[in-house]
């Protein structure tokens, strides 16, 4: 009897305590959010963890820095410590197949005229190219002073009217005037000694400023100090924007600044657009947020260095959010150099664009969120210097998959990785034939659905077979 009743006091002390503990860890787990065990990655300083929505939205509302915030150059600073990312995907690619080029199939330059090309004797006179709009202005000359003829040239022309009609003008002028020189000469079907001349005044004669040069030199390596990198050519931009008419993922508010910059550009012809069709037709640039889901579905890591070749990023940090959430490490001019290293380029947005330009042919892999002129000219020199790795992002199909994300009818993993890793397996800048007109049009439209020279240098840049000449770099320079 004497033992039941110490039995029954014993569970009854034994009840109170698991009462009291049980207490303890819910108002712990009220007090400090969890009591569960988490673990932490090599090196960070927080748990990984999945973000809640609510820090989601407060981390695109403040941010815990802005991401074109000045940072100490890598050479003088340890890389950024990843403290909060994404679970890798378990179907990510072998890394050696992500970063190597698509096959050359034993093309290389080869830009030396004919031996029956005959140079003049003599110069009859100058050139003078005013271009208009980003990268062009770099690579441009100027004589100040001269006796000076204006010409606006005739679009996609052939040598007929460079001969009969515009080298006359050099009888009377010292200086021939091109009011504006964008596709001014047809990319097609000209004499193959015209087409050599072009290639070496593309990639051999034309050069940057030696400061320009330098610096991007000096940015190149800088990314590298971080391990191969991606240099995105984000083109998300309020102007490109305004232009595209594209507003997917804008407020309302951001949607109509829009509108109105493009009824106020009168040189904009189409004012009235449709964002959603834009879209769907693949004529919008990727969103940041796509741009991340893409390079995760592709099997790019979390930490993956990228170079975000950019102006202004519309919307900031707000938009920059989800794409600084998987990959951390973003990197672009102001944080890669001290102002003092940039301040002879600040002010003037087309040497900066220059900067952007080389960091994007020299890296490793150049991914162009829209296939405007700068992506053109640097997929064309990338094709030039041996097939370098380029993947052009099928827009039109792209956005779909990422729609049917949006509605839940499909998610992020292995089997929509498999779809967009096949969407893009023939577009990565892999040696193929300029592309001609699209067939059926007809005047100059016909010469605008032509794929520009610049943008890709085959054939008349390349040769197939076994290498017999000297090496570009070796060669004297050709004006």
């Given at each position: ?368 969120s829209y296939s405007g002129n700068m992506a053109r000219a640097v997929g064309g020199h990338r094709r030039f210097l041996g097939h370098r790795k380029t993947i052009s992002p099928d827009r039109k199909a792209f956005v779909r998959l990422v729609d049917k994300l949006e509605q839940g009818t499909l998610s992020e993993g292995r089997k929509f990785s498999d779809r967009i890793i096949e969407l893009h397996r023939r577009r990565q800048g892999s040696p193929r034939k300029r592309k001609g007109p699209i067939s059926g049009t007809k005047g100059m439209d016909r010469f605008r659905s032509e794929e520009a020279f610049y943008e890709n240098p085959l054939p008349d840049c390349l040769c197939q077979g076994e290498r017999t000449s000297v090496p570009l770099d ?6």
């Open positions: 009897m004497q033992k039941r009743r110490r039995r029954t006091l014993l569970l009854l002390v034994l009840r109170k305590l698991l009462t009291c503990a049980i207490c303890a860890i819910a108002l712990l787990a009220l007090l400090h959010g969890h009591v569960f065990p988490s673990y932490k990655l090599p090196g960070a300083t927080e748990p990984l963890k999945f973000p809640s929505q609510h820090e989601i939205k407060y981390q695109r509302v403040v941010g815990e820095q802005s991401w074109k915030q000045e940072l100490v150059p890598p050479h003088l600073s340890k890389p950024p410590v990843t403290s909060h990312k994404l679970d890798e995907p378990s179907w990510s690619l072998d890394s050696g197949n992500l970063w190597k080029p698509p096959p050359n199939r034993d093309f290389f330059p080869c830009i030396d005229h004919s031996p029956n090309y005959t140079g003049p004797a003599e110069s009859r006179g100058y050139l003078l190219v005013h271009t208009n709009g980003g990268l062009n202005q770099m690579r441009a000359g100027e004589l100040a002073t001269a006796r000076k003829a204006t010409r606006q040239f005739r679009s996609w022309s052939g040598m007929e009217y460079y001969q009969n009609e515009i080298a006359r003008m050099w009888e009377n002028h010292e200086v021939i005037r091109a009011a504006k020189s964008d596709s001014r000469l047809a990319n097609n079907k000209l004499n193959q000694d015209i087409q050599k001349l072009r290639c070496r005044a593309c990639y051999q004669a034309l050069r940057f400023a030696p400061r320009i040069e330098a610096m991007g030199k000096l940015l190149v390596e800088r990314m590298r100090s971080y391990g191969p990198y991606i240099a995105l050519h984000l083109r998300y931009e309020k102007d490109m924007l305004a232009f595209s008419g594209c507003t997917h993922g804008l407020s309302p508010a951001q949607a109509d600044e829009l509108r109105t910059i493009r009824e106020n550009t009168e040189y904009w012809k189409v004012k009235e657009i449709n964002s959603t069709e834009q879209r769907y037709k693949g004529y919008c640039p990727l969103t940041p947020r796509e741009v991340g889901i893409l390079l995760t579905a592709l099997g790019y890591r979390s930490n993956t260095p990228i170079y975000i070749a950019a102006g202004d990023i519309y919307g900031g940090d707000f938009h920059m959010a989800d794409l600084r959430f998987r990959y951390p490490i973003l990197m672009n001019k102001e944080k890669l150099a001290s102002v003092a290293e940039l301040q002879p380029f600040l002010g003037h947005a087309s040497q900066m664009a220059a900067l952007d330009y080389i960091v994007s042919v020299e890296s490793d892999v150049f991914i162009p070796d060669r004297k320079q050709t004006t």
